[in-house]
């Protein structure tokens, strides 16, 4: 019988190499590790890890099994989550993934809310981006992912194994320092009137969207510096380094001190999203924090 810590222990082995490094992934002992190998090994008849001096490589069995694993592993969470509530126990464990401006906006006041309304619920929160953040569900990793897409970027069929709940969509916004011609206009700035400034650009995937629209608009962007912290985006426009085009929820934890925000055409949106295996989909707790970040999210567009 194959145990579901066997494949997390597994699953940790592939992903950082070694039996030392998965220990201090999963908090125990490298002989620990060796021996629920060794075990899972057993249960399933056949080697799954080739170890070769310090190299370690998975057998064809290895690998077959941990593309299993992911799935596995989150059809037991879904199957423990359901019976806990229909026993009756009112508790429930939600592991949330979100990236920066989402945590430090939508995620706040959706788990207020959550626990207001069942204070029986843990949550644990993490940071990361996409594509990491979906590969992390996609592995068992979280319960529930936020992320973000650009509408008509290719890559739109990347989600179509997933439940995928739109939560809203936001316009990007142009920042230039302060003492730019441009700081003082009313009006909206055309991408083009930046062609010739230093940029400063995001995360991957928004550097990515960034050069797709700047070509749109007839130019290659200079980027002169890449951070994927909103703040030091901010402070690098202020302090007259360059411009920048950052999403607007970005900016409502982060005061522009020394910059100027001005509205962008054409318009740049993205959409933001919750995302969810199918089998969890159905779990009250997941069920529940999905609705309670659609809440946040609309009260945000219409309040």
Do not use: N
């Not at 060794?38 to 080697?47: D, F, I, M, Y």
């Not at 202020?238 to 411009?243: N, Y």
């Not at 309670?292 to 219409?302: E, Y």
């Amino acid at each position: 019988m194959i145990e579901a810590r066997h494949l997390r222990v597994l699953r940790a082995v592939a992903a950082t190499g070694s039996f030392s490094a998965a220990g201090r992934r999963l908090g125990c002992t490298q002989p620990a590790v060796s021996q629920q190998i060794k075990a899972l090994e057993g249960s399933v008849g056949t080697p799954l890890v080739v170890r070769s001096g310090r190299a370690m490589r998975l057998t064809q069995a290895g690998e077959a099994l941990v593309r299993h694993a992911g799935g596995i592993l989150a059809g037991l969470t879904a199957a423990e989550e359901e019976i806990a509530a229909i026993a009756g126990l009112r508790a429930g464990r939600v592991r949330l993934v979100s990236f920066p401006s989402a945590s430090s906006t939508l995620v706040p006041t959706a788990l207020a809310a959550l626990r207001a309304a069942h204070p029986g619920t843990r949550v644990s929160l993490e940071e990361a981006e996409p594509p990491d953040s979906v590969e992390m569900l996609r592995g068992g990793e979280c319960d529930v992912t936020l992320a973000f897409r650009y509408p008509g970027a290719p890559g739109a069929e990347e989600w179509d194994d997933l439940v995928v709940r739109t939560l809203l969509t936001e316009r990007l916004v142009a920042l230039v320092p302060e003492r730019h011609p441009l700081a003082a206009r009313s009006d909206a700035v055309a991408l083009g009137e930046l062609a010739d400034e230093p940029w400063i650009s995001g995360c991957p995937r928004c550097r990515g969207r960034l050069v797709e629209v700047c070509a749109d608009a007839g130019f290659t962007p200079r980027v002169d510096f890449a951070t994927d912290d909103h703040a030091a985006v901010v402070g690098l426009v202020g302090a007259g380094l360059g411009v920048a085009v950052v999403p607007q929820l970005a900016l409502e934890s982060v005061r522009p001190r020394h910059a100027r925000v001005r509205a962008l055409e054409p318009a740049v949106r993205r959409e933001i999203v919750a995302l969810t295996l199918p089998d969890l989909s159905q779990v009250p707790a997941i069920a529940a924090t999905l609705e309670r970040l659609d809440s946040a999210a609309q009260d945000r567009t219409t309040g």
